[in-house]
């Protein structure tokens, strides 16, 4: 119960990687081929209701040849198999091939890119010291975390580091590549960009100084006036802030790159939808032949004992996982469906027919709990005729409409947007104003809800957006 919940959670990446561990611990099980993939087509793998939904099985007595067996040569040929050659690489001493430094690689972090730029710039003592603190406490954006208090109290025993001398060692690592670390807060992250530029006493270093929050806020009529310019040469400084980097670290903490696989393939036949799972690298599965036939003989009296309880446990455990695998696949393709037969208006029509949904409704729709519903939409995902969709991204709440149907809050969100992108950007619509015009098309929503659900669509405030000058 446990692997099949284990299971169930992973993503389709995931589980290749578990399998693929599964098959070289345990020597009881195999491969037996892999799926079919054919070029530019999704795999369209029958239903799980049907017999041949999984090409998983525990095999048959006419895999394999049963050829006499002897348990102690099978072993020694095993190791045989992998013992390399004369001649080959893999041959030569250990002294002749290279150490494990010189075959792999890694991409350098933030740290590494500064206490080498530290490095060259400080030949050691505890100014050198002072600057792998500062470098120690930087976040994945290059900002400083520790304040020069908390860094002036991390001197070793004996020691003292005094505050003035850290704001030093902190204010030339700043300067060092990229320009910026080490800041506390954007303004001075952004000056000191400027600084180094030589655009220390210009207007834009004016505006990051003094003026961010009409910046931030695009009071850009008011800029004008408290910088005394006409609307062109404040695009000019706008323009030249715009090419500061606010995340001066993030480029030398790169993120992993996310490889998406749909687990689930909806395509339309005709006038219906079929759900198919993909299967694609997924391999087909057995118990060793050459394992059962062992387990076969464990039952003589003449079998080492623990030989036996080895192979027993072996078998045991390739068992589990091929039903825990069987069992995961036909959750998911029942939770698949279920989501299908719910949102048909979605599939049909676009993002204006979607309907609320709760993992309540398809966990009483497929008999389940909801927990297991959990389990299953949670990092999977669904290509359909309207794209890649993460499986959670059809569940959510819905409000009421004067028509009696609740219309989803996805639906809502879009309404929003829309309502948002076509206003007079001199008479930016108010929350009040939104809820209003929701109101007209049959929504009941009220102007907080509109205020939430414009936060969540990281849309700025009326205020904010009054961009006319």
Same mark, same amino acid.
């Given at each position: 119960?446990?692997?099949?919940?284990?299971?169930?959670?992973?993503?389709?990446?995931?589980?290749?990687?578990?399998?693929?561990? @599964?098959?070289?611990?345990?020597?009881?099980? *195999?491969?037996?081929?892999?799926?079919?993939?054919?070029?530019?087509?999704?795999?369209?793998?029958?239903?799980?209701?049907?017999?041949?939904?999984? @090409?998983?099985?525990?095999?048959?007595?006419?895999?394999? &040849?049963?050829?006499?067996?002897?348990?102690?040569?099978?072993?020694?040929?095993?190791?045989?198999?992998?013992?390399?050659?004369?001649?080959?690489?893999?041959?030569?001493?250990?002294?002749?091939?290279?150490?494990?430094?010189? +075959?792999?690689?890694?991409?350098?972090?933030?740290?590494?890119?500064?206490?080498?730029?530290?490095?060259?710039?400080?030949? /050691? !003592?505890?100014?050198?010291?002072?600057?792998?603190?500062?470098? /120690? #406490?930087?976040?994945?954006?290059?900002?400083?975390?520790?304040?020069?208090? *908390?860094?002036?109290?991390?001197?070793?025993? !004996? @020691?003292?580091?005094?505050?003035?001398?850290?704001?030093?060692?902190?204010?030339?690592?700043?300067?060092?590549?990229?320009?910026?670390?080490?800041?506390?807060?954007?303004?001075?992250?952004?000056?000191?960009?400027?600084?180094?530029?030589?655009?220390?006493?210009?207007?834009?270093?004016?505006?990051?100084?003094?003026?961010?929050?009409?910046?931030?806020? =695009?009071?850009?009529?008011?800029?004008? &006036?408290?910088?005394?310019?006409?609307?062109?040469?404040?695009?000019?400084?706008?323009?030249?802030?715009?090419?500061?980097?606010?995340?001066?670290?993030?480029?030398?903490?790169?993120?992993?790159?996310?490889?998406?696989?749909?687990?689930?393939?909806?395509?339309?036949? /005709?006038?219906?939808? =079929? +759900?198919?799972? #993909?299967?694609?690298?997924?391999?087909?599965?057995?118990?060793?032949?050459?394992?059962?036939?062992?387990?076969?003989?464990? &039952?003589?009296?003449?079998?080492?004992?623990?030989? #036996?309880?080895?192979?027993?446990?072996?078998?045991?455990?390739?068992?589990?996982?091929?039903?825990?695998?069987?069992?995961?696949?036909?959750?998911?393709?029942? +939770?698949?469906?279920?989501?299908?037969?719910?949102?048909? /208006?979605?599939?049909?029509?676009?993002?204006?027919?979607?309907?609320?949904? +709760?993992?309540?409704?398809?966990?009483?729709?497929?008999g389940m709990h909801e927990s297991t519903v959990s389990r299953v939409? #949670?990092?999977?995902?669904?290509?359909?005729?309207? !794209?890649?969709?993460?499986?959670?991204?059809?569940?959510?709440?819905?409000?009421?409409?004067?028509?009696?149907?609740?219309?989803?809050?996805?639906?809502? &969100?879009?309404?929003?947007? =829309?309502?948002?992108?076509?206003?007079?950007?001199?008479?930016?619509?108010?929350?009040?104003?939104?809820?209003?015009?929701?109101?007209?098309? !049959?929504?009941?929503?009220? =102007?907080?809800?509109?205020?939430?659900?414009?936060?969540?669509?990281?849309?700025?405030?009326?205020?904010?957006?009054?961009?006319?000058?």
């Amino acid at each position: 119960m446990q692997q099949a919940i284990r299971l169930l959670q992973l993503s389709k990446l995931d589980l290749q990687e578990e399998i693929s561990q @599964e098959l070289v611990e345990n020597p009881a099980l *195999e491969e037996a081929g892999t799926t079919t993939e054919m070029p530019g087509a999704p795999s369209e793998a029958p239903a799980p209701e049907s017999s041949d939904t999984r @090409e998983v099985t525990t095999g048959t007595e006419g895999d394999r &040849k049963d050829d006499d067996f002897d348990y102690a040569s099978y072993f020694r040929d095993l190791e045989d198999s992998y013992r390399p050659t004369s001649g080959t690489w893999e041959h030569r001493s250990a002294d002749e091939l290279p150490t494990m430094e010189k +075959v792999l690689s890694s991409q350098g972090q933030l740290s590494d890119h500064l206490l080498w730029q530290l490095e060259m710039n400080f030949s /050691g !003592g505890h100014e050198r010291m002072i600057g792998e603190a500062i470098i /120690g #406490n930087l976040d994945e954006k290059g900002y400083l975390e520790a304040s020069i208090e *908390e860094l002036a109290a991390m001197a070793p025993e !004996g @020691e003292t580091w005094e505050p003035e001398v850290v704001e030093a060692i902190r204010r030339r690592v700043q300067a060092f590549d990229p320009v910026g670390v080490a800041s506390y807060d954007l303004r001075e992250c952004l000056m000191v960009q400027l600084e180094v530029t030589g655009l220390a006493d210009t207007l834009a270093a004016r505006v990051v100084r003094d003026h961010m929050d009409l910046l931030e806020r =695009r009071r850009l009529s008011e800029l004008e &006036k408290v910088l005394e310019v006409d609307p062109e040469q404040l695009d000019a400084i706008v323009e030249i802030i715009r090419q500061l980097d606010p995340r001066p670290g993030e480029k030398y903490n790169p993120q992993a790159t996310t490889y998406i696989t749909p687990d689930v393939y909806v395509i339309k036949d /005709g006038d219906e939808y =079929r +759900v198919l799972l #993909n299967e694609d690298g997924l391999p087909r599965l057995r118990i060793s032949p050459s394992y059962r036939k062992l387990l076969g003989q464990a &039952k003589s009296a003449s079998s080492d004992a623990t030989t #036996n309880s080895f192979v027993r446990e072996k078998v045991k455990a390739a068992f589990r996982l091929i039903r825990s695998l069987e069992e995961r696949q036909r959750t998911i393709y029942k +939770v698949a469906e279920s989501i299908v037969k719910f949102q048909r /208006g979605f599939l049909d029509k676009g993002l204006d027919n979607i309907r609320p949904l +709760v993992l309540r409704d398809v966990a009483e729709d497929i008999g389940m709990h909801e927990s297991t519903v959990s389990r299953v939409v #949670n990092h999977k995902y669904m290509h359909t005729p309207r !794209g890649l969709f993460e499986m959670r991204f059809f569940f959510h709440s819905g409000l009421a409409s004067h028509g009696g149907d609740a219309v989803s809050s996805l639906t809502v &969100k879009e309404k929003i947007k =829309r309502l948002v992108a076509a206003e007079d950007s001199k008479r930016p619509l108010s929350d009040q104003a939104i809820a209003e015009a929701l109101r007209t098309e !049959g929504l009941k929503i009220a =102007r907080r809800t509109v205020a939430k659900y414009r936060e969540e669509l990281r849309i700025p405030s009326s205020t904010q957006r009054r961009g006319g000058r």
